[in-house]
C-alpha cells in the first residue's frame, strides 16, 4: 500500500543521514504510508525501537506488524508527552517528511487537491477542528489576506479576500469548486495551477496549524535528542525550510546565533548539510511531487 499511499521522498538519503544505530531508539514524525519507518526498521536489531506518529485516521491503515514499531496516533506537536507517556526520556534520532502526502491530494473528497469538486475540509485530523470552509466563512478580509500573504507568499490578498467576502454574501462556500469560483475574477490566467496551488496551501496551513505545530516539535527535539543524535527534516516549501535552517543554525526561529558571556556561539546543533539537499532529475521524474523537496540534518551538541 505504500506506493499508493505516498512514494517516500529522499529516502535513502535521508535515512543515511539519520545514521541509524542497530540498537537505537528512533522517531519519525511524519508515517503517513510508512515507507521511512520500514527503511528505519530494516536496519534496527531487535533491542531497537521506532515511534511513528501520524493524526490522520487513515494513516493507521499502514500500520507495520513488528514488535519494534509503535504508532503513535497523534499530531508531532506533542512529540515529547506522547515518548514520556511511553516511558521514552531520549532518542537517537528524529525524521521528519512534512507537508502532505500523495494520498491526501489523491483522496479528492478531503478538499486538499486543487481539481475535482470536493467539500472544503483539509483537516489532517478529521477527528476535530476547523474545517477550510468554516475559515474562508467567518474570517474577516484582513485575517484572509493575512493568512493568504504569511503562508501562501501571494501578492495582492486583499484582492482575493475581496472577491471571496462578495462571493460568500451571496452563500456560503462550501466546495473546493466554489472556491475556485470565487477567486476566479483574481486568478492570472497565466499561472492558474500556481496560484491555487499557493491559495490551497495557505488556506492548510492556517486548518492545521502547521507553523506553530512544526515549531513545537523542533524545540522539542532539541530537548530530548541525546547528544550525538540526528534530526533529519524534508520540506516543502519556504515557509519550513526557513525555520528549519534557523532552528538547526541557531536554536531559535530568527535565525540569530547568540553568544555567551566570553562571546563564544550558543548552538544546540551541527549542521551536516551545510547546503540543503534536493532530489535528482531522476527521481523529480519518478515522482514529480518531490520536486520542491529540501533536506537538511544535524546533529545535537553535547
Not at 233 to 257: A, M
Amino acid at each position: 500500500m505504500e506506493n499508493t499511499y505516498h512514494i517516500p521522498v529522499l529516502l535513502d538519503k535521508s535515512i543515511e543521514l539519520l545514521s541509524v544505530k542497530e540498537d537505537g531508539t528512533y522517531v519519525d514524525l511524519t508515517f503517513g504510508g510508512g515507507g521511512h519507518s520500514k527503511k528505519i526498521l530494516s536496519l534496527l536489531s531487535p533491542k531497537g525501537a521506532l515511534y511513528s506518529f501520524d493524526q490522520d485516521q487513515d494513516a493507521s491503515q499502514n500500520i507495520i506488524d513488528d514488535p519494534r514499531f509503535n504508532f503513535v496516533a497523534s499530531n508531532f506537536k506533542f512529540l515529547r508527552s506522547a515518548l514520556r507517556l511511553r516511558g521514552v526520556r531520549e532518542v537517537d534520532g528524529i525524521l521528519a517528511d512534512l507537508g502532505v502526502s500523495s494520498h491526501h491530494f489523491d483522496t479528492t473528497e478531503r478538499g486538499f487537491s486543487i481539481h475535482g469538486n470536493a467539500e472544503l475540509d483539509m483537516r489532517m485530523n478529521q477527528r476535530g477542528g476547523q474545517k477550510a470552509s468554516q475559515i474562508i466563512n467567518t474570517y474577516d478580509e484582513e485575517s484572509l489576506a493575512r493568512i493568504f500573504q504569511q503562508y501562501g507568499e501571494l501578492e495582492t490578498t486583499w484582492k482575493i479576500a475581496s472577491c471571496i467576502a462578495r462571493a460568500r454574501a451571496d452563500k456560503a462556500i462550501e466546495t473546493t469548486e466554489e472556491l475556485r469560483n470565487a477567486v476566479a475574477p483574481c486568478t492570472p490566467k497565466k499561472d492558474a495551477h500556481k496560484f491555487l496551488t499557493k491559495l490551497f496551501q495557505a488556506l492548510r496551513i492556517e486548518v492545521n496549524g502547521e507553523m506553530e505545530a512544526l515549531k513545537m516539535a523542533l524545540e522539542q527535539s532539541s530537548k530530548i535528542l541525546k547528544p550525538g543524535g540526528r534530526l533529519v527534516v524534508i520540506s516543502y516549501h519556504s515557509l519550513e525550510d526557513r525555520l528549519v535552517k534557523n532552528f538547526l543554525k541557531s536554536g531559535n526561529f530568527s535565525g540569530t546565533v547568540e553568544k555567551d558571556f566570553f562571546g563564544r556561539e550558543e548552538t544546540c546543533f551541527e549542521i551536516i548539510t551545510k547546503k540543503a539537499i534536493v532530489p535528482d532529475s531522476m527521481e523529480i521524474e519518478n515522482n514529480s511531487r518531490s520536486r520542491s523537496a529540501k533536506l537538511r540534518a544535524a546533529i545535537k551538541l553535547s
